[in-house]
DNA sequence: CCTGAGGAGACGTCTAGACAACTAGATACG
DNA sequence: CGTATCTAGTTGTCTAGACGTCTCCTCAGG
């Protein structure tokens, strides 16, 4: 996750009023409220320490511990044991229906997709792949590995799987737009849609969590998506990882 | 309010396990939802005092204090400064429309509608009532004082105004069953409809919160309401008193 | 170069005391 | 009999310290 700390400091300790009816703490916590709305800690950025906080604001530390929950409360801080508290993001809602398009569920939340090719490779299907493809075991398929952003924030790690050599003009429309859906139209496909999508959850590896800009710690969301043309033949089969503390899956009645 | 003080002991403390990973807290938290879900304190019952729970659980009362605030913050329990911690009740939902009929509400709550006539007294419109009623002033009106039940729990305090003498027979009808709309019936009035209604609060007088077994700091809910009869006649005039913390009034589109 | 251990930083828990603020009940006075 | 005051009970706030637990980074060794 990109921790930023802000150089501008925030509400001055002249600032609270003892003995005036308003506990500290509420003060404290009003305060800190007022700086994340006026935006000198944009969401994700992770918030100065309790003894930071106590400095400045020179009253105890369980004072502004009392300040944090009640921030935490209001879901609009979000603290963590021995990493520290960070402003809270929205949460974006994916809804997962039969026509589930990145790009338009970004916008429709009123955000910019943007999107970033990982790699591809061509690979022989086995296992999962090849049954999700209803392809024999051995047969190539392309595989290309995309991360999703909304407003420059990673949302998804999309492994597809395209089977070959049908989609071998893949890789030339990805270099040029990294969308997958543009991408299908210049093989041929204008139009797909989702056959079945499993969902369930596991940590994430370094690298997904570093991709993702999360913690470790946080879970992610996995969506194994099968897509078939109009004809019914599957075009694409996804394994999806979403960042959990970001991301809110939306499953639809079809 | 009726507080009860239950006899029986709850969790004990040697059910905390310290050194286990599962903060005191929390446990200390569990141990009285239990207790609380076992029905040890029924809905609006008074919890022991802090110190009562420190005693007890051999910990500090800042200990009992996070503990209950943990439930405070579910919704378990409402804690009030200088009172005491009580068990949350249900906040029962009710309806105003232009069919408002107070055993209908309850009923479809799955609660057992009660009546009670507190007075029934006559005495000659002036102000409000008269000009509600379209009577002239110094009519005489029928004054009837219910107190509404459900499962036993006292939700409202309605003063009715009925004109005479085409209600009557109204006492005679109370007597035997404290329902307004069958004492209506009693007098001709098979149906009736509420013409408008107006909301506000204000703070309970002695009586009125022992009557409805809440707090004297605890604000009312007041509906002023016209009911008339098929005819478009007034039949009745009526001020409500709510219980805030008990009922929660639903206005929906007519 | 990778892995493990150690240390530093940051939050979480528990204890303890003192005083403030609110509430309810009892008592006294008019 | 009603009102005001006082007292006791109960929760709220703030301080303070100590130690536990989690996370991250650095360094050393294999």
Chains 1, 2 share one sequence.
Not at 41 to 53: C, D, I, Q, V
Not at 136 to 160: F, K, Q, S
Not at 232 to 245: E, H, I, K, M, W
């Amino acid at each position: 996750m990109v921790e930023v700390f802000m150089t501008e400091t925030p509400a001055a300790p002249a600032m609270l009023d003892r003995g005036r009816g308003i506990a500290l703490w509420h003060q404290i916590a009003s305060a800190i409220e007022r700086d994340i709305i006026r935006g000198h800690w944009t969401p994700g950025a992770r918030l100065p320490t309790e003894a930071t906080f106590t400095e400045r604001f020179g009253v105890n530390r369980h004072t502004v511990r009392r300040a944090m929950e009640s921030l935490e409360q209001r879901g609009m801080i979000r603290v963590e044991q021995g990493r520290g508290s960070f402003v809270a993001e929205d949460v974006l809602e994916y809804p997962l229906g039969s026509r589930t398009r990145f790009s338009e569920n970004i916008l429709r939340q009123k955000k910019e997709p943007q999107g970033r090719i990982l790699g591809i490779t061509t690979i022989a299907a086995e296992g999962a792949i090849a049954a999700a493809l209803g392809l024999r075991r051995g047969r190539p398929v392309l595989r290309v590995e995309r991360l999703g952003m909304a407003n420059g924030t990673p949302i998804v790690i999309g492994t597809h799987h395209f089977p070959l050599p049908r989609f071998e003009a893949m890789p030339a429309s990805l270099a040029q737009n990294a969308s997958i859906t543009v991408a299908l139209a210049a093989c041929g496909v204008r139009d797909y849609q989702r056959v079945r999508t499993r969902i369930t959850a596991r940590m994430p590896t370094a690298d997904e969590a570093t991709l993702l800009h999360q913690a470790r710690i946080r879970p992610l969301i996995l969506a194994e998506a099968i897509n078939a043309d109009a004809e019914g033949r599957p075009v694409d089969f996804t394994l999806s990882c979403y960042a959990s503390g970001r991301v809110q899956i939306v499953v639809e009645g079809e």
